[in-house]
């Protein structure tokens, strides 16, 4: 069965930095396209990131660019998300999600989320 | 950026009745549209992909159609467990994007 667990979630000051971990299990890791997806308090779901397999193609929202980077480490079946310069707008719930192998870009298993809030 | 446009944002039905969705693409993604569903303090999960195809375990009575622009999500007979936030999201290209959310609830 198929688990995403989220973790490194907390409370930041504005200027802050965090590093979120997805660490997963059931599935080979290493073959699959991986996400992360913010949700903020009460609004919507916001694409961040994502990286192909073996790292080749990394893209980023325009929302996060510059200040987020987003890694992978095959042999621990772990994703990333290391967050720079943190703003308030960019608390939320942070989701890690997989890519389905078959069609990508189609988030087909998410994990629950850790949330990020950003305050002084 | 391909936007993406879901009406109405919300929706309140009776146990029974036949709910519609609809999601808007800004340019046309083809048959690229997913569906998701997010029950609330529950991570999103994935219901339909490319437009009509259903996710294993997902019961018949959601369904999806559509092309180019215009997407239909519908509900054919609401059940209680489907009170939740639906959401559209394009897999066309990045950056990737999502409709805004439907909640739907019940009567």
């Known amino acids: 069965e198929v688990h995403l667990v989220e973790s490194g979630g907390g409370l930041v000051k504005p200027g802050g930095s965090l590093r979120l971990s997805c660490a997963a299990s059931?599935?080979?890791?290493?073959?699959?396209?991986m996400n992360w997806v913010r949700q903020a308090p009460g609004k919507g779901l916001e694409w961040v990131s994502s990286?192909?397999?073996?790292?080749?193609?990394?893209y980023y929202a325009d929302s996060v660019k510059g200040r987020f980077t987003i890694s992978r480490d095959d042999a621990k079946n772990s994703l990333y998300l290391q967050m720079n310069s943190l703003r308030a707008e960019d608390t939320a719930v942070y989701y890690c999600?997989?890519?389905?192998?078959?069609?990508?870009?189609?988030?087909?298993?998410w994990g629950q989320g850790t949330l990020v809030t950003v305050s002084s | 950026d391909i936007q993406m446009t879901q009406s109405p944002s919300s929706v309140s039905a009776s146990v029974g009745d036949r709910v519609t969705i609809t999601c808007r693409a800004s340019?046309?993604?083809?048959?690229?549209l997913a569906w998701y569903q997010q029950k609330p303090g529950k991570a999103p999960k994935l219901l339909i992909y490319?437009?009509?195809s259903l996710q294993s375990g997902v019961p018949s009575r959601f369904s999806g159609s559509g092309s180019g622009i215009d997407f239909t999500l519908t509900i054919s007979s609401l059940q209680p467990e489907d009170v939740a936030s639906y959401y559209c999201?394009?897999?066309?290209?990045?950056?990737?994007?999502f409709g805004g959310g439907t909640k739907v609830e019940i009567k």
């Open positions: 990286i192909s397999r073996s790292s080749s193609f990394i």
């Open positions: 999201q394009q897999t066309n290209s990045f950056p990737l994007t």
């Open positions: 059931g599935f080979t890791f290493s073959t699959y396209a």
């Open positions: 340019q046309g993604i083809s048959s690229w």
């Open positions: 999600a997989r890519d389905n192998v078959d069609t990508a870009m189609l988030k087909d298993y």
């Open positions: 490319t437009t009509s």
